[in-house]
């Protein structure tokens, strides 16, 4: 590198820089966000949290009511990623640029993933509540359909990276289409798929936390309850509980992952 | 009768470059027949038009007295049944086992549903036996593929195509990715399937020495024409100079 | 070719029922075979779980039917003006920005923290731990804690999303750090650099395009986190007007035309970072 392309490289930074900071001022501005304050804000939030979220023996009798909102959370994230992932491996083959049928149904699968996905999971649960009402269903579709976006992604690349050449020896041993792909592209994907559907369940788990809290279902809204009763001590527990279910999923995942990767 | 005839057969991927030009030969049953010729001269996509794995553009292919060219999809399956394909690279399936990725050449005898089952007969399963034992590598048949090397993987290549119990297998570059030894092992394996099994073979090789050492006849292609057609006695030095062009001669023979 | 004249037995696996077995039976299968097994049974389960209050499955799609036509193909505003929706998705972009540029300011200083080759195996382990509880909190919750302290409003909004963007920024930089080559990070501390010296002139010339990408890439998640924050912990931004029209106006038209405005940010969002994830990121990485 010479000295000339050093000053140029320089001053790109240097720009780069005062680019980022007239735009974190100008998102200031608009959001009409305080840095002061915020800043003062943590050493009270903190000390607010471990003076008032805290599990008393009390809010411990509420904990089997809890468990069963935390399991119909949890259960509405894996029922949404499995039926989304089985959906999501049909879009993913059509879309494929190695296994697709023909282009049109290829673009449209892709345009299926990429509507679904960009659209977020807060606006689906909106949109389903109007017709579906108060319950686990509502949530559990709009899990679905956001998820079957992000599968269909990430499924494609899976597809995309099996390896053509057996594909190729297959067809040049009479095979049909779908010999061709059961036997193989999915041996091939599959536990790179798992390990995106693991991944999305965890995710999902969280995300239906926030679900919850807009469409009344689950662990959401028995979050959503005690908040605004301001029984700090509940919403302690129900928080302590979505950590534990949280990383007990996690924990569960990368161990198989491990395994099949 | 021919089992193969090949006529005025010509190939282009795009507009401008042809690839194969205008060519002609005919292969007899129980024949060893080798193609050899420089990088790029188009021996993979001749024999990729044999079984119809890339489309033919101008000419005929013909197999058994029937047209590749013409025909419809199932027919097509039962061609590409008939003949067996080994590849370079073996092109197996890598998770899973040897004795899978053999059963895979039955498919061509397969319905959809059988095949996505992975319904195979007891027989079925016992000839894939048989055969790995036949190619020595009986005692990897439950191992994963990645797990082989790569001359015990052209060796599970070479079963899942002999189990098609093909009359012609094409064989694109063989040994190309192997040691000297597993060479001369894959290459006296494909020489007694043809001589024992009497089925056909047509062997695309880039070494020289070895076609004239296994096959019977040589198809010499350079620029997608062929420019030697003959018993692999009579293919001498000045034209295996012809078909690799001058300078690269030396670079050849060694 | 040696003649076979019997297949040895020995080396065939049988099932129970005396036919070949053709699968290998090792690990990996096993556990992938389970893995959906259980996930199939939970998910059959989930069916049997659910609260139905409410749910009437006729009138609910074809009321879905209606509505999301409504939506979709004849969007509009009443409640607000072109010029406000603009300024409203301005506000849920500013949130994302200020959540992704102070995260990623505090994440590169734990990442220093957390990079196996750069600090000290307790340090980088007690930063993991605490970036995985982080993790595992929702951000809403984390929205709606702080909201109680600073008041609901754009700073509970950004400190609440911080949480997330510091603990994926902190596991994207610091695998990005212990890519480094160690041939570099051993030759400046050859020459006796601090370590301080070796940060800023190993590491960070050949990360920071990454350190960028990842940003980015955490840019266009939390723009959507922003949307939810909005609805969901009374944030503001579009996010804010989605939920109103959809919960208190039950305006369809209006809803259809803010989920188009959602829709086009986001697109866009999505193909930058495509871009940058096939120019830096030949192979793509989790979460
Ligand atoms: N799918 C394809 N699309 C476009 N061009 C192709 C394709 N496959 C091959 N070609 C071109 O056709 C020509 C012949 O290729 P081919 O693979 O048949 O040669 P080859 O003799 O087998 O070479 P090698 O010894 O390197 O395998 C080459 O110039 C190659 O670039
Ligand atoms: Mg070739």
Known sequence: MNAKQMRKNKWQTTIFFILIIIVTYLSTAITKFNFIDSIATIPAAFSWIFSNLLITEESLEKLPQILEKLGETIFMSIAATTLAAVVSLFLAIMGSKTTKVNQTFSVIARFIASFSRNIPVVAWSLILLISFGQNSITGFLALFVATVGFLTRAFIESVDEANQSSVEALTATGATYFHMISKAVIPQSLPQMLSWILFMIETNIRSATLVGILTGTGIGYMFDLYYKNMNYNLVALITFTIIIAVIAIELISNRIRRVIL | MSLLKVEGLSKFYDRETKVLKDVNFEVKAGEFLSIIGPSGAGKSTLLRCMNRLVEINEGKVIFNGLDVGAMKKKELRKLRTNIGMIFQHYNLVPRLTVIENVLHGRFGYKSTIQGVLGRFTEPEKEQAFFLLEKLGISEHAYKRCDQLSGGQQQRVGICRALIQEPELILCDEPIASLDPNSSKVIMDYLKSISTEMGITCIVNLHQVEVAKEYASRIVGLKQGEIVFDGPSKLLYGEQIQNIYGMESRELITV | ?287
């Open chain 3, 1 to 287: 070719m040696e003649m076979v004249k019997e297949l040895n037995p020995a080396l065939i696996k049988r099932k129970r029922n005396g036919q070949i077995n053709i699968k290998s039976g090792n690990k990996i299968d096993a556990v992938v075979k389970w893995t959906i097994w259980i996930l199939t049974f939970l998910t059959v389960l989930a069916f049997f779980v659910f609260d139905y209050t409410g749910f009437q499955i006729e009138r609910a799609i074809t009321e879905t039917i209606h509505n999301i036509r409504v939506m979709f193909l004849e969007p509009g505003l009443s409640h607000f003006s072109w010029s406000e929706a603009v300024y409203q998705v301005g506000v849920t972009l500013g949130l994302g920005i200020l959540a992704t540029i102070f995260g990623a300011i505090i994440a590169f200083f734990l990442s220093l923290m957390a990079a196996e080759n750069l600090s000290k195996s307790w340090l980088s382990n007690t930063v993991r731990i605490v970036v995985a509880f982080i993790r595992a909190v929702p951000t809403v919750l984390w929205v709606l804690i702080f909201a109680i302290a600073a008041g609901l409003g754009s700073e509970a909004a950004v400190l609440g999303m911080l949480f997330h963007s510091v603990a994926y920024l902190v596991k994207a930089f610091s695998e990005s750090f212990e890519e480094v080559n160690p041939g570099i990070i051993e030759a400046l501390r050859a020459t006796g650099s601090s370590w301080w010296h070796i940060v800023v002139n190993g590491v960070l010339p050949s990360t920071f395009t990454y350190l960028l990408s990842w940003t980015f890439l955490r840019f266009e998640i939390n723009f959507s986190v922003a949307v939810a924050m909005g609805a969901a912990a009374g944030a503001g931004g579009i996010g804010f007007e989605l939920f109103m029209a959809s919960g208190f106006y039950f305006d369809l038209r209006e809803v259809g035309f803010i989920t188009y405005a959602i829709l086009v940010v986001a697109i866009v969002l999505e193909i930058i970072s495509t871009r940058l994830k096939e120019r830096y990121f030949p192979s793509s990485i989790n979460s």
